[in-house]
């Protein structure tokens, strides 16, 4: 699928797309997270009274959340930090309209998750090198495992809404990956990423290096 198709798609399914020169922000500089901060808030530019709308909503619904579940937050926050002997909220940097920001959610793996040689089989390491992910993960807990089915884990990202951070209904956010903090890093990551993808943007990053 293109990135126009996708566009299109999720336009069916009332989703926003946020479009950003990846190239622009990566590959012709040091990675500029600015950029896809910027990016995010041209594209998501609204009427005044849209955002007012939106942002009332998003307060007065996070807080009705956030009344409702905490007593459940914190009798679940106590079995998670027993079950992964960690703290219970995990917190990941990512990128919003207003740029870097703590995003929350509830621990569902092992403290020391990035210990990938720890957990994974050498056929594991091979599979989360080229998708960023694995089967069957061996560091999701047996209590984890059940709140990202359940959504649960999700439960502190009202914390996001109701700082304004994120909408109750929002596009997606990128991840400020670890391994994406150099040039030369982030062209690993797209190599890896791109040898089992057929996109737009992997075609124009390969055209860009055999050019180079």
Request: proline residues 5%; contains cysteine.
């Amino acid at each position: 699928m293109t990135p126009l198709e996708e566009v299109a798609a999720n336009q069916e399914e009332r989703i926003e797309s946020n479009i950003i020169d990846m190239k622009e922000a990566f590959y012709d500089r040091e990675p500029d997270l600015k950029i896809v901060s910027d990016s995010q808030s041209q594209i998501n530019k609204k009427p005044l009274y849209y955002r007012f709308i939106k942002r009332a909503f998003d307060v007065v619904f996070s807080l009705i959340v956030i009344v409702i579940t905490f007593i459940p937050m914190l009798i679940l926050s106590v079995f998670v930090a027993i079950d992964t002997k960690a703290f219970p909220i995990y917190s990941q940097e990512r990128v919003g309209h207003k740029g870097p920001f703590k995003f929350f959610k509830m621990r569902s793996m092992v403290r020391d998750s990035d210990d990938l040689k720890k957990y994974f089989t050498p056929e594991q390491i091979e599979q989360w090198n080229k998708e960023h992910k694995v089967d069957s993960d061996p560091r999701i807990t047996v209590l984890g495992s059940f709140l990202r089915r359940t959504s649960l884990d999700e439960l502190p990202q009202f914390f996001n809404v109701l700082m304004g951070q994120i909408a109750a209904v929002t596009t997606k956010i990128l991840v400020v990956k670890p391994q994406v903090s150099s040039l030369r890093a982030f062209e690993e990551f797209v190599n890896s990423f791109c040898q089992n993808m057929h996109t737009d943007f992997c075609d124009g990053f390969s055209a860009e290096k055999a050019v180079a």
